[in-house]
């Protein structure tokens, strides 16, 4: 097996106005492995990256216009493989300002999606069947609806067990 990529991703939670919790997701451009994927803001480990935090935290600043000036990182998460892409993902909880506007990066970011994290109840909790040109056949993967997108693969094995962990008031967020 090839070694596997190291990469960080922010998982950025917010209160709005009313009070609610929402999780701040992207949708990837429609290329390359990952095109079209709903996922957490994020990237490869660079050179010049002190930790995986760093690379986090710079990579959310570069996607979406997040200053680290406004992220707390609350906890490291236990770290996630792709299962096709050979990707080693290391997460970071935070509670963020948010800004007026994301500022997304075009170049890779279609979207930014600030979703209610009520989104994440067992009634949008469902099945998606995925292809890829490796695979030999299509496979069925857990993953939450996202108003018309899905997030599955390592995003959803990144937020299914956090959230128990957010209801039962693990971090004050």
Same mark, same amino acid.
Not at 132 to 146: A, D, I, K, L, N
């Given at each position: 097996m090839t070694e596997l990529r190291e990469s960080a991703v922010l998982v950025p939670l917010y209160r709005d106005a009313a009070g609610e919790l929402r999780l701040v997701l992207v949708r990837r451009v429609r290329r390359g492995v990952h095109g079209g994927q709903l996922a957490f803001p994020g990237g490869l480990v660079e050179p010049d990256d002190r930790s995986p935090r760093e690379t986090? @935290?710079?990579?959310? /600043?570069? /996607? +979406?216009?997040l200053v680290p000036a406004a992220v707390e990182v609350l906890g490291e998460l236990p770290i996630v493989d792709t299962v096709t892409t050979g990707y080693r993902i290391a997460p970071f909880l935070?509670? +963020? /300002?948010?800004?007026d506007? #994301?500022?997304r990066q075009v170049s890779e970011i279609d979207e930014v999606l600030d979703v209610p994290l009520a989104t994440f109840r067992p009634e949008n909790h469902t099945e &998606? @069947? /995925?292809?890829? $040109? &490796? #695979?030999s056949e299509p496979r069925r993967f857990p993953c939450y609806r996202v108003g018309p997108h899905q997030l599955w693969g390592a995003s959803y094995r990144i @937020?299914? $067990?956090l959230l128990p962990r957010l209801a039962a008031g693990e971090w004050n967020v």
């Amino acid at each position: 097996m090839t070694e596997l990529r190291e990469s960080a991703v922010l998982v950025p939670l917010y209160r709005d106005a009313a009070g609610e919790l929402r999780l701040v997701l992207v949708r990837r451009v429609r290329r390359g492995v990952h095109g079209g994927q709903l996922a957490f803001p994020g990237g490869l480990v660079e050179p010049d990256d002190r930790s995986p935090r760093e690379t986090a @935290l710079r990579e959310a /600043e570069e /996607e +979406i216009g997040l200053v680290p000036a406004a992220v707390e990182v609350l906890g490291e998460l236990p770290i996630v493989d792709t299962v096709t892409t050979g990707y080693r993902i290391a997460p970071f909880l935070a509670r +963020i /300002e948010r800004p007026d506007h #994301w500022r997304r990066q075009v170049s890779e970011i279609d979207e930014v999606l600030d979703v209610p994290l009520a989104t994440f109840r067992p009634e949008n909790h469902t099945e &998606t @069947l /995925e292809d890829f $040109p &490796t #695979w030999s056949e299509p496979r069925r993967f857990p993953c939450y609806r996202v108003g018309p997108h899905q997030l599955w693969g390592a995003s959803y094995r990144i @937020l299914h $067990p956090l959230l128990p962990r957010l209801a039962a008031g693990e971090w004050n967020v």
